[in-house]
Every structure is written in structure tokens, then in C-alpha cells.
Nanobody
């Protein structure tokens, strides 16, 4: 059974930092793109960042997090992280880890990802 489990969410003041982690089990995602999405109350789930199986070659960020967030993965541990710096109240959302089921490039669309975690709450106070 494939599972993606997020950890590291919490409450932080504006300007602070948090690090999210996603641990995958049930299969290896070493050759599959993975991504972070987020969903604020009453809004759609939005793309945050994605990383390809070759890590450094394929990395995408949403414009509103570029320069503040850093996505990374450790294929030896089957994990993916999201380092979030200079957090803003607008970053408040539930953050979801996701993974593709085919060897395709990174994608910004939710429908491109087959596996999803249950989410981790990130709250940024002003």
C-alpha cells in the first residue's frame, strides 16, 4: 500500500521558516516526479513546487514562492522536503505531498499526480 505522509507543519510568525517533509512508503518514487501543493480555506488546491526524478534537472516553483521556498529530495530515503523561508500570512494553507505514477516530467497540474498525502497545516501569523 502506497503512503505519503507529511510532517513538519505548524504555526510560525511572518518572516519565519518551516521545513516540511514527505515520507513515502509502499514503493520507491526514485524515478518519478514529486510535488507540493497547498490549499487555503475556500480555495482550490494550488501548485507550490515540483522536483523530477533527477532532482537538479527538473525543478519548478510557483511564482509566489520562488526565491523563498526550496524543494529537495533524498532518493536513498524515499523522502522529499520543502524548506519554506520568509513565510507570509498568505502562505497559510494545508500543504500536500504528491507523486506521479509514471516516468513523466514535472507538472503543475493536480491531475498529473496519482498519490497524495493527507496534508500538513501551515499557519503564518502576521
Amino acid at each position: 500500500q502506497v503512503q505519503l505522509v507529511e510532517s513538519g507543519g505548524g504555526l510560525v510568525q511572518a518572516g519565519g521558516s518551516l521545513r516540511l517533509s514527505c515520507a513515502a512508503s509502499g514503493r520507491s518514487f526514485n524515478y518519478y516526479a514529486m510535488a507540493w501543493f497547498r490549499q487555503a480555506p475556500g480555495k482550490e488546491r494550488d501548485f507550490v513546487a515540483a522536483i523530477g526524478w533527477d532532482s537538479g534537472e527538473q525543478i519548478l516553483y510557483a511564482d509566489n514562492v520562488k526565491g523563498r521556498f526550496i524543494i529537495s529530495r533524498d532518493t536513498s530515503k524515499n523522502t522529499m522536503d520543502l524548506q519554506m523561508n520568509r513565510l507570509e500570512p498568505e502562505d497559510t494553507a494545508v500543504y500536500y505531498c504528491s507523486a506521479r505514477s509514471t516516468r513523466c516530467e514535472v507538472d503543475v497540474r493536480t491531475k498529473a499526480y496519482t498519490y497524495w498525502g493527507r496534508g500538513a497545516q501551515v499557519t503564518v501569523s502576521s
